[in-house]
């Protein structure tokens, strides 16, 4: 999982590509939004929504949870350094395999 903190704008979008670039043995499904069409190489860029419907569910729920994620709330921060420390906590905890050291290390203490 990669991300980047910025605006929806095309510098933003290199910036993030840059971070998966290096993965050769992907496909890129997206919308039909032009910095993705000038950025991503053409050979591995599928556009249309048929492909994008999982994305959307992901996104969605990766902000459910995380209220500063989310527009007019009384949680969201601006802080960039929060807004990745929120992240790169919620990946931690929802990822199985890392939740599960922390979680051994944690229960350890009942031992």
């Known amino acids: 999982m990669a991300w980047v903190l910025g605006g929806r704008d095309t510098a933003t979008f290199r910036r993030l590509y840059d971070k998966v670039k290096h993965r050769v043995d992907c496909r890129f499904y997206t919308d039909d939004w032009e910095a993705f069409a000038?950025?991503?190489?053409?050979?591995?860029?599928?556009?249309?929504?048929?492909?994008?419907?999982?994305?959307?569910?992901?996104?969605?729920?990766?902000?459910h949870p995380l209220g500063r994620m989310t527009r007019r709330t009384k949680v969201v921060s601006h802080c960039e350094k929060m807004l990745d420390a929120s992240l790169k906590l919620w990946l931690n905890l929802t990822t199985p395999e890392i939740f599960a050291l922390y979680q051994n290390r944690a229960l350890s203490i009942f031992k």
């Open 38 to 63: 000038s950025i991503l190489p053409k050979d591995r860029h599928v556009i249309g929504k048929q492909h994008t419907v999982t994305i959307e569910r992901d996104n969605s729920n990766t902000r």
